[in-house]
């Protein structure tokens, strides 16, 4: 805050806000004072930004998660606790190489031509060049992250840490490798979690197939079998019925001779097989399937992998090898067809994984692969949440975590790629020596022979990742850098990644470190397009944050963004898109957001340039008016706080709007005009001194969440009683910035709070309210003088009674006349309170009849056009045929037509 004299910078503040030229001279201002860096405390507030891949740029789930991590670290720094803000990049390992691949490639280069070694350097190269991109976007958030502690997940430090928890792992039995079933991917040619899969409705086909039985059964020479691949039919090594079908069981035991490959395979039941599925016999491929792999595990049937790691039929199969999926597909339909062994085709609607990253159909695949077994870790990991240890936010999502963790499967860590962290297990060519090791092996430390290599694969990019909260902290060899910043305080992230992150993170702190991660897991809302679809690049309904950024500036779109919480977790985002340049055009919310940003900086303006004559000192309630005011502030700052200490994100902001601009701003900076203006001496002073104090204690509770108009208005601001008194402070090493001013504390404020003149005065606000609507109804002038009478209980009389020069000066009231029991005037209109109801007497200024008819055409109107809409609503062929767009612009008139024919309703019923 600016030194002791009235409005210091107040003369300078330009008419108009241009976030464009603020916002970035303040970051740079910001970081040159060192006011992102960790800050010392009572109690600690360490914060992980969840860290983006390297190769990414700012999406709308990163501009929510880094607007609630902001808000919280700053909230929490202005607490006077201890804050730390850590941000990085994930070295991605999928993305990047195939980044970096196609680049390769335009340039004519192939990475098996330059090999491994190159490749990784072409990686760097890559990172070094494209990799801070994100990171430059989350400064121009304003998020207060110290960036002069950035990580990375290859950085020598995080990457010796990694390699120690797969070596201890591995050496305390936790870490395997092993042939399992893998969702592989042919393009990108690696492993892929089931977690990382991205499930897509396909329309299909349920192929029919007849498999010749070795010997007939009651009659029968063949069993049909029902199966969406018909070409990995190649693979099959047995046929399964349910236990529960009893015309199948007859055929358990026998066998069919497999078509195509002459292959003899049994017959068998299994509780997998669901009998009402297609014919109730189910084609059984160990070595390409899950539930097939299950089936012969348990009945020890053969895995036969008959594609190599492209999905290409591999050799031994006669004219379909070399064929890929799709091909051979055709191929065997057309075989079978050929031999009169096509039964028939069903069309089917199912759902096909495909991988996260290029979007190629996965397929399950047989392979030799690491894994983490997960026993002895998950049940560590699922007490700390049952017990409350760490606590999820909203509460639901414990039972998500709980659920995914008591199925939680053996993890498989290995991916066939050549960015990343490499598996660090050597062998030995010679004498079949194997281990995990902290360092580079080049001799055999058994035979001493040299011919030891590495293993190939890298590691899952989730493996490096679960380290983040104690890996970016000095683990493993500096764990003193920890003391006080571990376990962290809250994980921002989004519900998709709980299983993958959040629950491994968990399980790794608690093994290396005897501690949990965080105390508290805050999953935020899922942003959709305006139409309630998933945002895309492919579809052209993404938005860009950095154009809203250019557009509103950065207040005004984190604004909305925590204006967004609540408890339902998905939100539709109302930006409109150029489907053609796919370029932002509008977003109503964030213009809204803009205008709360304008309406901060031009009340505040108004304040300040009126500050003349004033000095420092406690604010006082010299009026109901400010008796009123200061109670609401107290209350308000109690709010704030609490909402934030419970994570309640949403309610926090959309209050403090409600609070500012509706009680601050239209109605106390409103009311205080007269003694701004046209007062004197003590009266003046005192009125300032009030308006000092609020205007001061709102620009704390706002600036979390709106931190660059806040702060540029503190830099005008006159020193307040909060400072004079010791309780709004700042830290004096820093300077003048109000992002290290001190929290309102609601103990400080308490005194202030006065339920009995905030009811008093709000009672008579609502009725100057209400006057003002009945004039603005029937469009009158502002200044129109009106007669009101107030029909009431005992408490809301002498309440009225006592505020009654204040209703007739502010609401322009001629005469008020308050009773118990008092009937309706003639020529009145009626406005309902809960705790009164006033006339109000519009005699000969409103032509009642002429007013009716008005009504009455009005109301035809909006219920003919209401019946249109809920008829078109109501068409299964328009709902069937309509764009999602089209269907809910209809549902927003129709509710807004429901709501003006409620209203005029009421007018015509008041009129009557």
């Not at 992102?36 to 990163?62: A, E, F």
């Not at 999905?311 to 890929?324: K, L, R």
């Not at 983040?468 to 809250?490: L, N």
């Not at 052209?540 to 500036?553: E, F, S, T």
């Amino acid at each position: 805050m600016a030194e002791n004299t009235p409005a210091a910078g107040a003369a300078d503040m330009p008419k108009t806000y241009d976030p464009a030229t603020a916002e970035p001279q303040l970051i740079d201002e910001w970081i040159d004072a060192g006011c992102y860096q960790r800050s010392k405390g009572v109690g600690d507030c360490t914060v992980v930004i969840p860290p983006p891949n390297v190769t990414g740029v700012l999406h709308m789930g990163h501009a929510m998660d880094d607007s609630i991590q902001d808000t919280i670290i700053r909230y929490n720094r202005m607490r006077g606790r201890s804050t730390r803000w850590i941000v990085g990049t994930d070295h991605a390992g999928i993305a990047t190489q195939t980044k970096v691949d196609k680049k390769l490639k335009s340039e004519g280069i192939s990475r098996l031509e330059i090999g491994r070694e190159k490749f990784i350097d072409a990686c760097w190269d890559w990172r070094r060049e494209y990799g801070g991109t994100i990171i430059k976007q989350i400064r121009r958030m304003g998020c207060s992250v110290d960036f002069s502690d950035e990580r990375f997940t290859m950085d020598p430090e995080y990457a010796k840490a990694v390699r120690k928890v797969f070596c201890d792992w591995y050496h305390d039995g936790l870490i395997y490798r092993g042939k399992r079933i893998v969702n592989w991917c042919p393009s990108c040619t690696t492993a892929i979690s089931d977690d990382e899969a991205e499930y897509k409705d396909e329309k299909g086909h349920l192929w029919h197939l007849r498999y010749p039985l070795t010997e007939p059964v009651n009659g029968q020479d063949y069993i049909v079998v029902a199966t969406t691949r018909p070409e990995t039919m190649l693979g099959d090594t047995g046929v399964a019925v349910s236990p529960s079908d009893p015309e199948k069981a007859a055929f358990v035991g026998k066998t069919v001779m497999l078509p195509i490959v002459n292959r003899e395979i049994p017959i068998f039941s299994d509780y997998h097989v669901d009998k009402d599925f297609g014919s109730g016999f189910v084609k059984v491929t160990p070595a390409h399937d899950p539930n097939d792999y299950a089936m012969g595990q348990a009945h020890d049937l053969p895995q036969i992998n008959i594609f190599d790691e492209h999905a290409v039929v591999v050799d031994g199969y006669d004219e379909f090898s070399g064929m890929n999926r799709d091909e051979c597909r055709k191929a065997v339909v057309d075989w079978f067809d050929e031999h009169g062994l096509l039964d028939h085709v069903d069309e089917l609607d199912h759902s096909v994984m495909h991988c996260y990253r290029c979007d190629s159909a996965l397929e399950p695949w047989l392979s030799e692969q690491w894994f983490v077994a997960v026993d002895k870790l998950k049940g560590p990991a699922l007490d700390v949440v049952t017990s409350g240890k760490i606590k999820f936010h909203p509460a639901r999502w414990t039972d998500t975590y709980t659920t995914w963790m008591e199925n939680l499967k053996d993890w498989c860590i290995s991916r066939q790629l050549w960015w990343g962290h490499r598996i660090p297990v050597f062998y030995c060519e010679d004498c079949g020596w194997e281990d995990a090791c902290m360092d580079d092996v080049h001799e055999c430390p058994h035979c001493h022979g040299h011919h030891v290599h590495q293993d190939e694969n890298v590691l899952d990019t989730w493996f490096s990742s679960q380290l983040w909260t104690f890996a970016t902290q000095g683990w493993p060899d500096h764990p003193e850098q920890m003391e006080g910043h571990h376990p962290t305080k809250a994980l921002v992230t989004a519900r998709d990644i709980i299983a993958l992150w959040v629950a491994r993170m968990i399980m790794s702190s608690l093994y290396f470190t005897k501690e949990i991660p965080f105390q508290d897991v805050v999953i935020y809302a899922t942003i959709l397009a305006k139409d309630g679809s998933r945002m895309s690049k492919s579809k052209g309904n993404g938005v860009n944050p950095m154009d809203l950024i250019a557009k509103y500036g950065a207040d005004a779109m984190r604004y909305n963004m925590l204006t967004l919480i609540t408890n339902n977790q998905d939100v539709k985002f109302d930006a409109n898109i150029d489907r053609k340049t796919k370029e932002l055009i509008d977003s109503p919310r964030t213009e809204q957001a803009r205008g709360f940003v304008t309406k901060i900086w031009n009340a505040s303006r108004f304040v300040l340039m009126n500050m003349d004559g004033y000095t420092p000192g406690p604010a006082k309630a010299a009026t109901p008016e400010d008796a009123w005011m200061l109670s609401r502030l107290a209350k308000m700052v109690a709010a704030s706080t609490e909402r934030l200490e419970a994570y309640e994100l949403g309610d926090y902001a959309r209050d403090l709007q409600s609070f500012f601009w509706g009680e601050v701003c239209d109605w106390y900076i409103e009311l205080c005009k007269g003694r701004l203006l046209d007062g004197e001496g003590a009266e003046r002073l005192q009125v300032q001194r009030n308006l000092v104090y609020v205007l001061d204690a709102s620009l704390r509770m706002l600036h979390p969440v709106m931190p660059f108009v806040t702060e540029s208005v503190w830099d005008a601001m006159p020193a307040s009683e909060l400072d004079a008194n010791g309780q709004g402070g700042y830290d004096e090493h820093v300077g003048r910035f109000l992002m290290m001013a001190a929290w309102p504390e609601p103990d400080a404020f308490a005194p202030f709070v006065n339920d009995e003149a905030e009811s008093t005065f709000d009672i008579a606000r609502r009725l100057v309210a209400d006057v003002r609507s009945a004039r603005a109804r029937y469009k009158l002038s502002p200044k129109t003088e009106l007669a009101v009478v107030v029909s009431a209980g005992a408490d809301a009389v002498a309440k009225l009674t006592s505020q009654a020069e204040f209703v007739k000066s502010v609401g322009r009231v001629s005469e008020l006349a308050v009773a118990e029991g008092a009937e309706k005037p003639a020529a009145s209109v009626t406005l309902v309170e809960p705790d009164f109801e006033a006339f109000v007497v519009m005699g000969d200024l409103v032509d009642f009849a002429a007013e009716g008819k008005k009504l009455e055409k009005d109301l035809a109107k909006a219920e003919k056009e209401l019946a249109g809409v809920e008829r078109t609503l109501a068409n299964e062929g328009f709902l069937a045929k309509a764009t999602p767009e089209v269907i809910a612009s209809k549902r927003d008139r129709a509710a807004e037509l429901t709501a003006t024919v409620e209203r005029l309703r009421a007018q015509l019923a008041d009129l009557a």
